[in-house]
């Protein structure tokens, strides 16, 4: 916990410290561990060992940003050639397909401001190239986008961790292109496996089709090119997402069905059983499988987090002690942060870890059945029956109410039949499909996996009919605003008090642990404008008005989510309040905010418009830096403003006044906020 605190504090600085400080606190940190062995007290040993952790969270965090720095793209001025290597095929986004390239070259841009990684997505329609192919294209290339609004989750910092210094799209299809040059022998590993899970993903869409073959892809090998959007929004509003991405659950299934079979096969061999530990070998296979599963999912940060867990716990095994408990947990997270030190900020790791804890603290004390003697088999099945409902149930129950927090402050949305959904589709995930992905993964190589895969396949089947008809259900999903930003933290402590405590103080965490759901949220703001001042939202009492339903909809969509709004994307209601051209709106006489865009760069507005819009409004927003000389408007927003402050959020004040929130302004100067220099 204090080494996640120490990371945790470095995130979260206006101004990025100088690297010597990391060294100088790792020494003093490593200086507070000598000193407390030499303290008396138990009180004081305990503090000067929480300060030293402490200390080397922050330092590693602050190493980890060194070795991954890299150039950031700069803003485009125009379409870029770019040639370099595909290293993967990355998960489709709102715009399409993308691709992961490495660059060996992008014509406007020296060698030492190459980006290293740059994230490219395809037009409509047009061929994928496998990874390690070496292609040529032209694309409009930019630095990583800013929060949709401010105080909202920075993709821009998990790209920089990445090394993704550079996104944008393609203005054409990719051709081949003759490397001038071999790229690194780190490159071409990755390539080469990155290949073999796309061929694995193109023969298991072949045999079961794209409506059922995508999502089993998904879940073998990472690769979410062939899920359809419906399945994902489906999978969103019923609480079962989880299991597009490789994590915790898939990792516990395919190390636990490995450790079992091996371990009843050992036992049912009488010679073998008598001369080896079955256990510690059926572990040892386990952790292999584990691995293996790693390397084939692509190693994504919640497949590497779910990995080091159930490493944890099979060298528990090997080393004799105790497989599933918090000590595993904890050094687990030790070593996720160590690597990842980012991890602290991610919804994944927060949600994982909460869950996982909370789920070993209900192990602790779960009562335990007594063991009948001589008891009827049919009795016993229906005993049995019986707990795994109970305990299935409990389960769910625990887990959701672990991540629920994280789930309301990070993504605004809760499942109203998340856990009736998992109930379900517990069984059919533990015995049919990740067991038939696995066999089908194991017999590839010889061709035989057809028929696992058909049994997994017929295992996703049911579980998007479950998705379906909980995402078809009334109420399917509630939207709830985000509380504050220190609540999280806040309720974060509140869940481990309650999970690392014995006895009947671990509820004095419940108040903690409630933070995000009890505390009032901030006032909600009157409009939003997108990073880049081409799309604007208004308020009209629990709704947004989008002034261009068809823009920057991602970006609208969170926003609208955070504050607890429903987005309203058709023109018809936008038109109702709002009279709008092709590159401009202005308010009409039931507008719920006297505000005023103009989204057009260079072409400029007819005779007269601007004029309008300056006199029917109390708030102008120009998407070019044309300001003009007079304008009745108290506020009046060009693009300068926007390149410096990101988005942005209105609240009209009580004297009739506009204060005005940027995003930049939260994130600070770091490596990662529009690729600033920070020497």
């Known amino acids: 916990m204090a080494f996640g605190v120490g990371a945790a504090v470095y995130f979260a600085l206006p101004r990025e410290p100088q690297a010597w400080l990391a060294w100088a606190l790792l020494g003093l940190g490593l200086s507070l561990l000598v000193a407390a062995r030499r303290l008396g007290p138990p009180l004081a040993t305990a503090a000067a060992v929480l300060a030293a952790c402490g200390l080397a969270g922050f330092a590693v965090a602050k190493l980890r940003i060194e070795q991954v720095k890299a150039p950031i793209a700069v ?41 290293i990684r740059v994230r490219i997505t395809l037009r409509e329609g047009a061929r994928i190239p496998a990874p390690g192919e070496a292609v040529r294209l032209l694309a409009m290339i930019n630095a990583p986008p800013p929060p949709a609004s401010p105080g909202a989750y920075d993709f821009a910092r998990d790209a920089f961790l990445d090394s993704v210094g550079g996104v944008g799209f393609a203005l054409g299809p990719p051709q081949a292109w003759v490397a001038e040059a071999k790229p690194p022998w780190r490159l071409r590993l990755a390539m080469q496996v990155n290949r073999l899970r796309w061929e694995m993903t193109e023969r298991i869409v072949r045999v079961l089709g794209p409506e059922t073959g995508g999502l089993v892809a998904a879940m073998t090998t990472g690769q979410a090119a062939f899920v359809p959007p419906e399945q994902v929004e489906n999978l969103r509003a019923s609480g079962l997402a989880h299991i597009i991405s490789i994590s915790g659950v898939h990792m516990a299934i395919v190390g636990g069905f490995t450790f079992a079979a091996l371990r009843l096969l050992i036992a049912a061999w009488p010679w073998l059983a008598l001369r080896i530990n079955g256990k510690k070998a059926a572990a040892c296979v386990g952790l292999a499988a584990v691995l293996t599963y790693l390397v084939l999912s692509g190693a994504p940060p919640p497949a590497v987090r779910a990995a080091i867990t159930a490493s944890i716990a099979f060298a528990a095994i090997l080393a004799d ?359």
């Open 75 to 115: 803003e485009a001025a125009g379409p870029q050639r770019l040639e370099g290597w595909v290293l993967d095929v990355a998960s489709p986004g709102q715009g399409g397909q993308r691709l992961l390239i490495a660059p060996y070259r992008i014509e406007v841009l020296a060698p030492e401001a190459t980006p």
């Open 321 to 679: 002690r105790q497989a599933i408990s918090l000590h595993a947990l904890a050094v687990a997270a030790f070593v996720v942060l160590l690597l990842q030190p980012e991890a602290v900020t991610q919804p994944g790791f927060q949600m994982s870890f909460a869950a996982t804890a909370a789920l070993v603290a209900m192990a602790g004390v779960w009562p335990q059945p007594v063991k009948e003697i001589n008891t009827p088999w049919p009795i016993r099945l229906v005993q049995g029956a019986a707990s795994w409902i109970v305990a299935g149930a409990a389960i769910s129950f625990v887990a959701g109410l672990a991540t629920g927090p994280f789930a309301m402050q990070h993504f605004n949305r809760i499942s109203t039949w998340g856990l009736v959904s998992n109930l379900l589709v517990q069984p059919i995930s533990s015995l049919l499909m990740m067991p038939g992905l696995a066999l089908g993964a194991v017999l590839m190589p010889f061709g035989l996996e057809a028929w696992p895969l058909r049994l997994a396949g017929y295992a996703i089947d049911l579980t998007n009919r479950i998705a379906a008809a909980a995402a078809a259900a009334p109420h399917a999903q509630v939207v709830i605003a985000s509380g504050p930003a220190w609540t999280l933290p806040v309720t974060f402590l509140g869940l481990l008090w309650i999970c690392l405590w014995r006895g009947p103080l671990r509820w004095l965490g419940a108040p903690l642990a409630l933070a995000v759901a009890l505390t009032p949220k901030p006032p909600t703001p009157d409009a939003w404008i997108s990073a880049d001042g081409a799309a604007v939202a208004v308020r009209s009492g629990r709704q947004a008005i989008l002034l261009r339903p068809d823009v920057k909809l991602f970006g609208a969509e969170l926003w609208s989510r955070r504050r607890g709004l429903e987005p309203l994307v058709s023109e018809a209601a936008r038109d109702a309040a709002f009279a709008c051209d092709r590159q401009s709106c202005a308010p009409g006489a039931s507008a719920p905010a006297p505000i005023a865009a103009a989204w057009n760069l260079k072409r400029p507005l007819p005779p007269g418009r601007l004029e309008a819009l300056c006199t029917s409004a109390e708030v102008v927003v120009l998407r070019n830096d044309f300001r003009p000389e007079s304008c009745a408007a108290q506020l009046v927003l060009t693009g300068a403003d926007f390149r410096r402050g990101g988005a942005a959020e209105l609240h009209r004040q009580p004297d009739g006044g506009w204060r005005v929130i940027w995003a930049q302004e939260g994130r600070g100067r770091r490596p990662w906020t529009w690729g600033l220099d920070l020497r």
